[in-house]
């Protein structure tokens, strides 16, 4: 890919930039290309006859708004890059997404790649002449099935409340008649205050629905509190229920009564107390599948290793570093319908971690003897008592995927792997995207690559089919 200048982006982008590339491990430049490919990887997703997809269950979204037409306006403020995320969420689910940006949403993401990402035209101006030949705000209020406000800022809840109507998304808002969920995002002294306070009483009595904000850290160096947006896949599910709501709709949960569990992420093997072993996983393809898994009613409990990605929404997360601690939480987690192995387990630690910091000796290097680590997935998958029904791994190969991964499989006792191609040119590990096989005893399936979100959704949806029925 040609080089890339970060130099030239304006202050605000860059923040973002430098944001999303601190919360995925990558430079400025990897983060860059990375959005880049995304944006021609979902181009290409949204022109199905590019698609080839092999397996129905890839292309079969668990439950969503599909069909549903949704009007996400986008409000300015530095959660504004995550909204980016949300569209790509929502379109995965089957629904047709429009944005909004404001002036200020504007200087935090381009309209192109809303414009980009949502496969729609994108309206910003009130007084835009092409918008009122051609749809107007007030079709543009009505047009739709739900109106999400993400990130709502301080001044956009207060534009709300107070039924002002003087940019495209407050007089958008003040026309729909259609439900209106916001998902709020600021500084936790601007959460706080009573002015804040005040608005979102007047809102939640106007009957707008609110999702979020979290606790965390914001964006503001050192500074911590409620305010945080809701992650996308939170924001995905309170649109689901809203509108299951409105429509008496039940929401599809083929894993409701179903208890599954997830591992997830790397583990870390101490050398000494300042040193470990370690690899590149970044957890998100585990925590896409716990997300995917509790969006379809199952309890969800998240064995994950040390990674820098939130917790997933409506699951337990347990939080291990070694592979010793993750197989006791497993083992504690037990009984469960399905169980899925996606972490990448440190094959070795080492024998005997040093207590203290170990010194440099007069050029000697220390000599490491290294043991193995228990392998979590086979002793679950060989287990006598609480197996569950249902025993997923992964295989993380660099060559003879397929053939290495039927070996795994036999040699695991698992009943199903996922066979992805982990060589560093592929971007799979720590990357957005992945490209697996199924492998069970009735052969090999290659699905496309796709999101690891659309992985997740595709083999819950599978697992869904396996668990059919009600619990026993
Ligand atoms: N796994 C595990 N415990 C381990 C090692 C691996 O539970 N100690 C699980 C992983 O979560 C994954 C599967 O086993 O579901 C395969 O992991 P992988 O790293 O591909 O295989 P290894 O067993 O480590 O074999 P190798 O490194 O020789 O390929």
Redesign the pocket.
Known sequence: MASITIRGLDDDLKQCLRLRAAGNGRSMEDEARTILRDMAAARSEAAPDRVALRSSAAQQPVAGPAGRRVLLIIGGGIAAYKSLDLIRRLRERGATVRCVLTAAAQKFVAPLAAGALSGERVFTDLFDPASELDVGHIRLARDHDLVVVAPATADLMAKMAGGHADDLASAVLLATDTPVLIAPAMNPHMWGHAATRRNLARLTADGITVVGPAEGEMAERGEAGIGRMAEPLEIVAAADALLARRTGETVDRPLKGRRMLV?SGP?HEPIDPVRYIANRSSGKQGHAIAAAAAAAGAAVTLISGPVNIPDPPGVETVRVET?RE??AA?ERALPVDCA????????WRVAQPGREKIKKSNGASPALTLT?????????AHRKAERPQLV??????TEKVVA??QE?LK??G?DW???ND?SSETGIMGGDRNQVNLITSDGVESWPPQSKDAVAGALVARIAAVLAGPPP
């Open positions: 591992t583990t592979a993750m197989l497993v899925v192995f996606a972490a990448a387990v440190a094959d193995e680590n228990p392998d979590i997935l086979a002793a679950i997923i791994g992964f295989a993380a190969e290495n991964a795994k040699r695991k698992c792997i996922l066979a982990v």
